[in-house]
């Protein structure tokens, strides 16, 4: 599966922001889908996930309340987040993945910037 992000950008605090994820191929219902984000110096953190089925979602704490991962099997293989109440610690490269079994895909990021 290939994997596009899109969505991001620059907004000031409070914000809203909604990232997209577009996945190629058919088998888009069969990869439990996620979130993952990486600020300038630190790790790459976990920020959200999504079932297969879309019927099951976790959120890191940071996020909670404030973000919503959603996906779309039926009609365009998209997963989206919902960013709202968006904070500057929130400022990262954003990164959609997708895993089945063993295996572990990535997008290539988009930069969303938060000021204060």
């Known amino acids: 599966v290939q994997l596009q992000a899109s969505g991001g950008g620059l907004v000031q605090a409070g914000g809203s922001l909604r990232l997209s994820c577009a996945a190629s191929?058919?088998?888009?219902?069969?990869?439990?889908m996620g979130w993952f984000r990486q600020a300038p110096g630190k790790e790459r953190e976990f920020v959200a996930a999504?079932?297969?089925?879309?019927?099951?979602?976790?959120y890191a704490d940071s996020v909670k309340g404030r973000f919503t991962i959603s996906r779309d099997n039926a009609k365009n293989n998209m997963m989206h987040l919902h960013m709202n109440s968006l904070k500057p610690e929130d400022t990262a490269v954003y990164y959609c993945?997708?895993?089945?079994?063993?295996?572990?895909?990535w997008g290539q990021g988009t930069q969303v910037t938060v000021s204060s």
């Open positions: 191929g058919r088998t888009f219902s069969m990869y439990d």
């Open positions: 999504i079932s297969r089925s879309g019927g099951s979602t976790s």
């Open positions: 993945n997708a895993v089945i079994a063993f295996a572990t895909y």
